[in-house]
């Protein structure tokens, strides 16, 4: 099976003025790249809001991903998913047993249906 972590390597990234939530090991990576990381701890309600806005941000990303590049995209969005499952008090097996209640009510994605339109 091949690695699918993608061709990122340290220092790929551009620098970050923004502020975002990052993977617990990127500061030391910024640090060994040369770079110099500034951090702080995020508060529950921020960490929350970070996580949820960080889902969005990988899914955009897994969008925009060719089909070679789409994998590391999607375990990025896992990750998240595992961060948020975690925030809220949930293993992952209670966050699948959500999901498959779910799917039982409505469905999954197998029929590949698209709806154009509803009355």
Excluded: C
Excluded at 24 to 50: F, K, M, N, Q, S
Excluded at 75 to 98: N, S
């Amino acid at each position: 099976m091949p690695d699918h972590l993608g061709p990122e390597q340290p220092g790929d990234d551009p620098p970050v003025t923004g502020g975002k939530l990052v993977r617990d090991r990127i500061p030391e990576l910024i640090e060994a790249d040369g770079g110099h990381p500034v951090t702080r701890v995020l508060d529950a309600a921020g960490y929350r809001r970070a996580l949820v806005n960080k889902l969005v941000e990988e899914a955009g990303e897994a969008q925009d991903a060719s089909a070679d590049e789409l994998p590391a995209e999607l375990a990025d969005v896992l990750e998240v998913l595992r961060a948020l499952a975690d925030d809220l008090g949930m293993t992952w097996e209670d966050l699948a047993r959500v999901a498959d209640r779910k799917r039982g009510q409505r469905g999954g994605f197998a029929r590949r249906l698209f709806l154009e339109s509803a009355d």
